[in-house]
């Protein structure tokens, strides 16, 4: 025994494969003995008291000991592979003859806690037969592999197995047999499998291999808060599952609806039990993921989990009943995170037909809730029209306050998200956001402090005297508002110009420091908004800009700060970065910086440099002579790196031609007449190479220097925004809720 814990020990630490329980609540049944070398014991998998309805007539398997000449051959292989003399063609006729071994004892080694390392490694190194062979000899006990603790690592290591071996042509017919028999076995009795900790995962990678998909995918196993919120506030792209560009390998999609609706039509009467299961949402999230775009699948599925099977969508008589049923089911955690899914996937008829028959009425309600939330926070990121907009705004238009009192501002950053993206109720959104956070009779500089500070504003029971507070966190969701709200033009959202420009320097400077409120001002930055207001709020920081830099969030406000700039306010900014230029230079991001802003140059050439800046500015305003722009030339000259046409449908298309103009300055000298036919030829090598800008030098040479990325769309942490917390912002306040 003594010797076995010690070959598992190894092992474990060889392979890296610690499947150490943290008590309990991983399921580990500590009476279950190890190597063979227990006594009989039931290994069927215990049942809750959810799904305790499991058919009397499956029969219980009891799992057998691995006799001691069995466990030993094996412990002589795992030995063996450990010294590292076997190459791979001997390795490979190892396994094979290995796994021929194993063939009718495949559960008990699978099982086993220490001998299914070594059978995760023979899976890993035979060829496709002796896998195939191995999954097949598994038959109707891979369900209780796959609920094992130490069988679903050995499951998932055959399936992963099989993805390499996709890519021979001749075996995927041998491969497509063996998943279809192990996917007639899982839809037998699925509900098991799917609310077990450990069979939902393997489960959930069986479907990505159907789907083509790897196994190991965030987008299936977990994606995070930040991705998700990114998405549904119009910062980062869809990342669903539909897309084929996504599938790394050959799918097999006739098996993956088999299953996915095999798996519905077997659990029907149990949907109750998937619903409010965590594990189980888990497995329908994935199914859900890899049926989008397939409208279809989806019309027949989303019903059957929504526990709605005897409708027909497409003849227009979804959901006559049942609505309050769902509406409470929103409310649970695991239903919330699976009708979220549902939204992102479901068709345009079916969406229209679940806004006006679901959610109708229901909006404030669910918003109010610390899990229903989220669900409209999904439903408002999904409108495909203005007409949808109108429904939702009819409800939650006139809530704000009370929504930002309860702390669902998400749900508030959602509606401005959706409001930018289908170009309606804009200013009825700035108009209800400002009349939320302002007191009557009250000037518009308070509006930004409130916003960049909502828990600590709402949290306040003397909201008259309110100060802003020094050391605190910037609200993730106030930044993340405040950075939509300058998205849109710039007369829907004056107050709020108004309001960030007449802020106090100390306060400008601290909001500039914090990463969620050094967003905020780049957005103003980037925003329509006039050059004269811009400098205005740049002037601001003048003298601190070597103190920004020093930030790793603040290096990029220097650097849109000195693109929004005239030539005066850039040479006070290169002269506070070349005061701090030696300790700037030793961190991550000053490299790049001092380079981008040839500080060097306006160190040792400041003629030269300050005439670089006039010519830039000669080029940008030829640029808008040659393509239009509805600014006056005066405007332009106030500040030529901060212009933004009003008529101009792609500014970041605009952006880059700046940015070409910029290097193209600084590496050759021509003149103004003959820069813009060399645009293009600069943007097709650029193309070509996919350098970083900070691969240059001043003169043009290339420089192998670290490419400094962009930092993510969030620099504060998402620890708070976990549905199921019942945090409260003040013990003054007890009903208002985190996010």
């Not at 000899?137 to 069988?151: E, H, N, Q, W, Y």
């Not at 990678?205 to 299936?220: I, K, M």
Request: proline letters at 3%; glycine letters at 6%; aromatic letters at 8%.
């Amino acid at each position: 025994m003594a010797e076995e814990d010690r070959l598992y020990k190894q092992g474990k630490k060889k392979k890296g494969m610690d499947r150490k329980a943290k008590g309990e609540c991983l399921g580990f049944d500590k009476n279950k003995k190890v190597s063979g070398l227990a006594t009989d014991a039931d290994v069927r998998p215990k049942t809750s008291f959810k799904h305790r309805y499991a058919s009397e007539s499956q029969p219980i398997i009891v799992r057998k000991q691995v006799d001691p000449d069995t466990a030993k051959y094996f412990s002589e292989i795992w030995n063996l592979f450990e010294s590292k003399e076997v190459d791979l063609d001997e390795r490979a006729v190892i396994c094979g003859n290995a796994l021929e071994e194993a063939r009718g004892k495949e559960f008990e080694l699978a099982t086993d806690y220490i001998l299914s390392h070594t059978l995760q490694a023979l899976l890993e190194g035979c060829d496709v037969d002796h896998l195939c062979g191995f999954l097949r000899g598994c038959g109707k006990v891979f369900p209780l592999i796959a609920m094992d603790r130490s069988g679903s690592h050995v499951a998932e290591t055959a399936l992963k197995s099989l993805v390499i071996h996709l890519e021979d042509n001749e075996a995927y017919s041998v491969i497509e047999d063996t998943l279809s028999m192990i996917c007639k076995v899982v839809v037998v009795n699925p509900v098991d499998i799917m609310c077990n900790r450990y069979g939902s995962h393997v489960l959930r990678s069986l479907l990505c291999l159907l789907g083509g998909l790897p196994l190991d995918s965030p987008e299936f196993h977990g994606r995070k808060p930040s991705s998700i919120l990114a998405e549904r506030l119009n910062l980062g792209a869809s990342r669903l599952a539909g897309n084929d560009s996504r599938h790394l390998h050959r799918e097999f999609p006739t098996l993956l609806k088999f299953v996915v609706s095999e798996m519905l039509k077997c659990t029907k009467n149990d949907v109750k039990i998937l619903q409010l299961d965590q594990y189980s949402s888990l497995v329908l999230q994935t199914a859900l993921k890899l049926l989008a775009k397939h409208d279809q699948e989806l019309f027949h599925v989303i019903p059957n989990i929504l526990g709605l099977q005897n409708v027909n969508v497409l003849e227009g008589n979804f959901i006559e009943t049942g609505v309050n049923a769902i509406v409470e089911l929103m409310k649970e955690t695991a239903f919330s995170h699976l009708m979220e899914v549902i939204l992102d996937v479901t068709p345009d008829s079916l969406y229209d037909e679940m806004l006006g028959k679901v959610f109708r009425n229901s909006l404030f309600e669910l918003s109010s809730h610390h899990c229903g939330n989220f669900v409209v926070q999904a439903l408002v990121s999904r409108a495909r029209d203005p007409d949808q907009m109108d429904l939702i705004w009819e409800e939650l238009g006139s809530r704000f306050s009370d929504l930002l009192e309860m702390g669902r501002s998400g749900v508030i950053a959602s509606l401005f998200a959706a409001s930018q993206r289908l170009h309606t109720h804009e200013q009825k959104c700035c108009e209800a956001l400002t009349a939320a956070i302002r007191l009557p009779n009250e000037g518009p500089g308070c509006i930004i402090p409130r916003i960049l500070f909502l828990d600590s504003y709402f949290a306040c029971d003397d909201k008259a005297n309110w100060n802003l507070p020094r050391d605190a966190k910037i609200h993730v969701m106030g930044s993340l508002i405040l950075q939509a709200i300058f998205r849109f033009q710039s007369e829907f959202v004056q107050p709020y110009i108004t309001s960030l420009t007449s802020m106090e320097v100390e306060h400008v400077i601290e909001v500039a420091k914090d990463g969620g409120g050094a967003r905020v001002i780049e957005a103003f930055l980037d925003s329509n908004t006039s050059a004269k207001l811009k400098r205005r709020l740049i002037m601001k920081l003048r003298g601190h800009f070597g103190e920004l830099a020093m930030h790793s969030s603040g290096s990029f406000t220097v650097e849109k700060c000195f693109a929004a700039s005239n030539a005066s306010l850039r040479e006070d900014i290169a002269s506070d970065l070349l005061a701090v230029k030696l300790e700037l230079s030793k961190t991550k991001q000053g490299p790049y910086l001092l380079r981008r802003l040839d500080i060097d140059g306006y160190a040792n050439r400041p003629d030269q440099w300050r005439s670089k800046q006039v010519s830039k500015e000669s080029a940008y305003n030829e640029f808008c002579d040659t393509f239009g722009s509805s600014e006056p030339k005066s405007s332009r000259k106030e500040s030529f790196l901060a212009y933004s046409s009003k008529n101009t449908s792609h500014p970041k298309e605009v952006n880059k031609i700046r940015e070409e103009i910029d290097y193209h300055l600084a590496s050759q000298k021509y003149g103004k007449h003959g820069m813009l036919d060399k645009v293009a030829t600069t943007k097709n090598k650029k193309m070509k190479n996919k350098k970083s800008h900070a691969g240059y030098d001043i003169n043009g040479a290339s420089k192998k220097v670290p490419c400094v990325s962009r930092r993510p769309f969030l620099s504060v942490d998402l620890k708070g925004m976990k549905r199921g917390r019942d945090d409260r912002s003040s013990k003054a306040s007890a009903k208002k809720l985190k996010l």
